[in-house]
Nanobody, 120 residues
Framework: QVQLVESGGGLVQAGGSLRLSCAAS????????MGWYRQAPGKQRDLVAT???????NYADPVKARFTISRDNAKKTVFLQLNSLKPEDTAVYYC??????????????WGQGTQVTVSL
């Protein structure tokens, strides 16, 4: 089975930076899109950024020019660099990956979530 393990969350002051990582383990043939989502208390889970297998990126408007998504295919890992953090970035951040098997349709997996808290 596939597991996504996230790391890098924490408490940071406004204007600070964090780097999130999400590594996949298991018998994976390849990975298509990878992404990061976030969910603040009492709110729905929203897209933050995605990156295709070819490296094309897409960002939600609130994080453009502040966050950067990247991937290391050899390590089956996706990263999210968070700069110029604001209190409204406080949320649980989740990674997801579209895993391709040698046979059968692809499957989507989610990480367990990592808390990012930005204080004034």
């Amino acid at each position: 089975q596939v597991q996504l393990v996230e790391s890098g969350g924490g408490l940071v002051q406004a204007g600070g930076s964090l780097r999130l990582s999400c590594a996949a383990s298991g018998s994976i043939f390849s990975i298509n899109a990878m992404g990061w989502y976030r969910q603040a208390p009492g709110k729905q889970r929203d897209l933050v950024a995605t990156i295709s297998a070819g490296g094309s990126t897409n960002y939600a408007d609130p994080v453009k020019a502040r966050f950067t998504i990247s991937r290391d295919n050899a390590k089956k890992t996706v990263f999210l660099q968070l700069n110029s953090l604001k209190p409204e970035d406080t949320a649980v951040y989740y990674c997801n990956m579209d895993v391709v098997w040698r046979f059968g349709p692809p499957s989507t997996f989610w990480g367990q979530g990592t808390q990012v808290t930005v204080s004034l």
